[in-house]
């Protein structure tokens, strides 16, 4: 029996709770494998290699760029952000499911690689909720809060060309969300044709 | 807001667990509505009217398909199924979520009239499995289980009509896939448009 993996691509703008999101989906233990960035600026104190992303120097990054080996990056400020090719190929032919954790345009470029990637916007309950919790979060300054919310109306205006649409009004529930849809892509008549080729041939 | 229901139609041949998988959906409490069917038939002595058909006559069910009040219809033997309109369209309005449990050929009807509608097919592990299951039943003779294995096999055939493909292995896991795919399938961008138009005009 073939095997085939499920792409998922998690979008949503900064402060919608992605990453809360995530590491709560790792902990229902679901085989589920979030693919790491790649990036070229500096670890902040806390960051672990590898784990919140694979810090690497520029030369690195270009070379990788002219390899093929990133599927989609951006730049912002100095610094380059990308997804790594391999690790997501290698884990697809396994049969995993994979979520990638990118911004509106890079979402743009896997589904036109992946055509059978499933995306899903989160949102935050409310525009005034978001920048609650951006200033909350006080490691950016006003400047930097103005230019994430303009960024954030832009990236909801973008979020029709999603698959799905969640609001995060609770990490829990909308943890149960993002698990229901993969449980259910993984059903898809399209993604189980092996299995069910197989029965139709015995029956 | 405008509401939008999410009508669900659950094929899968006689034996594959239909019936004791809806009764487990209705049990999980998910606001669930499932459609009762119309027939003609006799009711069995265990049968409630309008729990497990409306039991009707011949004219009533004419004079409901000259109406336009059937959405689909099957003839076994002398007596007519039918799945009547009006409870249907009144919960869609309401924004619920509707089952239909309808064989392959009504499943198609149901498909041109409510093209959002979401198709499930629901396996039996396998067809010796569903032979067992039949010949437990011991309500159905010889000819009649090799008739519905027939049926069965060309069932299966079609399966890759639906859009999700359900192994019924064990009740509860295939109750909470249905599960997952509703809950997916209400967060399907497409579905959540009134919503999110007015998040973006707010945005």
């Keep these: ?13 900064s402060g919608s709770g992605k990453d809360t999101i995530l590491s709560e989906l790792a902990h229902k233990g679901q085989n589920i494998k979030v693919s790491t960035s790649l ?8 960051e ?6 694979y810090f690497v120097d520029k030369d690195y990054f270009q070379k990788k760029i002219e390899e093929g080996q990133i599927l989609e990056y951006a730049v912002y400020g100095n610094n380059y952000y990308g997804t790594p090719k391999g690790p997501v ?20 470029k896997i589904r036109s690689f992946y055509p059978d990637c499933v995306s899903i916007f989160l949102m935050p309950p409310s525009l005034k909720e978001l920048e609650e919790r951006l200033r909350k979060r006080e490691t950016e300054d006003e400047d930097e ?17 999603y698959d799905y649409y969640i609001v995060n009004d609770a990490v829990e529930c909308a943890a149960e969300d993002i698990y229901a849809i993969i449980r259910a ?9 092996y299995v069910i080729s197989e029965v139709i041939n015995n029956a």
Tied chains: 1, 2.
């Design 185 to 193: 892509e993984r059903h898809k008549t399209q993604r189980m044709k």
């Design 89 to 108: 190929d290698a884990w697809l032919e396994q049969g995993e499911t994979v979520i990638l954790k990118i911004e509106v345009n890079g979402a743009e």
């Design 39 to 46: 990036t070229t600026r500096k670890a902040r104190e806390w």
């Design 48 to 53: 672990i290699d590898g784990e919140h992303y």
């Design 1 to 13: 029996m073939n095997k085939v993996g499920l792409l998922v691509v998690l979008s949503g703008p």
């Design 145 to 161: 809060i103005q230019r994430r919310l303009l960024i954030a109306a832009e990236e909801i205006r973008r979020s029709v060309e």
